[in-house]
């Protein structure tokens, strides 16, 4: 007994069934009570329509009772009416014995009486089989009744229908994360039916989607975020230290090759404060102060220390802002981002033709947008979805930060950003920014 309610349990818990047996009840008490309701008019008309009759039979038999009584006596009279078969009228006399001959008022019932209103005080009862007039009345209904389990057939099959639109997305969803509870693997494989409908589960199919195709980058986020904090602490002041014993080594070398070796060391203990120090700006998160800054001064200047450092022989960078652009953030963070971002279309630049570099700003509405543009090698929609994921990178000498810290300070300033990319052609970041033109 306990399994069959527990397996009735689970059936009715289910979310198929809790949308549809409400709407099949809902549906059962509006189509019974509308019969119940047409069932019980029939009735009352049919009975008021044989009441009618009724008293017409009374009204005639009176009238006959009256014309006869100067005429016959009661007894002849009496014997008259002993086979009187006009509808359904039995008469029966004062003393109360019964007039009219027959069995024929078995399993019938009084619905009328008239007495009284004749010389001889005799009793005329109207009575009708009640089952028979039941039956009789759901005869005449029957088109209601053929109407109200149609309509019940209707309702069920629109019931099932209808929860089985509703919550297939939803058990769509819920068989996922079970596969998801089960695999732990990798969350971008899944995908939701969901996604192609406009309504309210369509958006909620489409926000759960994005959530596992980022929770990769999440994963790897907090795991950047506990290995950044111990690298800084473990990494950062000693090499601190061993950096500026080589410097003094350096001072004290003669030969060339020495201090190449030098220059060589210093250069890569460099990079690697530079990997702490972005491991750093990935993993910690902090309100950053923001002040108005001029955009296309900030740019003019990038573009100037790019023109005449060591990297302007490898591409032509250009700047073209309009002037008088100006948004409200932190420069330090804006500065990094256009860095970040040169410095990936330097390491794209394809070697056998003339790298160029673009800096684009103009203002459109209440934004300011700053494109940076290059003609390197591109990206596929494969790579373009993913370049924004910690650590992915197809570059031999890249980390695969560079973007995502972009992406972090781009969202800390209340700006987006958007990657357009053609394979042999080049790549475009474009960057949107709450800002003014003076």
Not at 109 to 129: H, Q
Not at 160 to 186: L, Q, Y
Not at 335 to 346: C, E, T, V
Not at 363 to 382: L, S
Request: glycine content about 8%; aromatic content about 8%; proline content about 3%.
């Amino acid at each position: 007994m306990n399994k069959w309610l527990k397996r009735l349990s689970n059936w009715f818990f289910q979310i198929e069934n809790e949308v549809m047996i409400p709407f099949v009840l809902v549906g059962i008490l509006v189509i019974g009570s509308f019969s119940v309701i047409s069932y019980y008019n029939g009735y009352t008309m049919q009975k008021n329509s044989e009441m009618e009759l009724a008293d017409t039979l009374f009204e005639d038999v009176n009238r006959d009772l009256h014309f006869l009584e100067k005429r016959l006596p009661e007894e002849e009279i009496a014997e008259k009416y002993r086979n009187f078969e006009r509808g359904r009228i039995r008469i029966l006399d004062r003393d109360g014995e019964e007039i009219t001959a027959g069995t024929r008022w078995e399993n019938t019932s009084v619905l009328a009486v008239s007495k009284g209103d004749n010389p001889f005080g005799w009793r005329l009862e109207y009575r009708m089989n009640e089952r028979i007039f039941g039956e009789r009345i759901l005869e005449q209904q029957s088109y209601l009744v053929v109407g109200a389990i149609a309509s019940l057939i209707l309702i069920c099959q629109a019931s099932i229908f209808i929860s089985h639109s509703i919550t297939r997305p939803i058990r769509r969803m819920s068989h996922t994360c079970k596969e998801i509870e089960e695999n732990k693997g990798s969350y971008q494989k899944y995908r939701f039916e969901a996604v192609s409908r406009h309504d309210e589960i369509g958006q909620l199919a489409v926000t759960f989607e994005g959530l596992l195709k980022n929770m990769d980058n999440y994963t790897k986020m907090e795991y950047t975020s506990r290995m950044a904090a111990t690298l800084a602490h473990e990494i950062k002041n000693p090499i601190a230290g061993i950096r500026s014993g080589i410097q003094l080594l350096k001072g004290r070398t003669v030969k060339d090759g020495d201090k190449m070796l030098c220059d060589s060391m210093i250069h890569e203990i460099d990079r690697v404060t530079a990997l702490i120090m972005n491991l750093l700006t990935l993993s910690i998160r902090r309100e950053s102060p923001k002040t108005e800054i001029s955009v296309t001064g900030v740019l003019k200047e990038i573009g100037m220390i790019y023109a005449k450092g060591p990297d302007s022989r490898r591409a032509s960078l250009f700047v073209e802002a309009e002037e008088g652009l100006r948004a409200c953030l932190n420069e330090n963070e804006f500065r990094q981002i256009i860095h970040n971002l040169i410095s990936n279309s330097l390491r794209a630049l394809v070697p056998d033709r003339e790298g160029q570099i673009k800096l684009m700003a103009a203002a459109q509405e209440k934004e300011v947008i700053v494109t940076v543009q290059d003609n390197g090698k591109g990206m596929t929609e494969e790579e373009v979805s993913k370049a924004l994921e910690p650590f992915y990178t197809k570059s031999i000498n890249g980390t695969g930060l560079g973007l995502s810290i972009v992406s972090r300070l781009v969202e800390s300033n209340g700006g987006t950003m958007e990657i357009v990319s053609k394979p042999g052609v080049g790549t475009d970041v474009v960057l949107k920014f709450p800002g003014k033109m003076v």
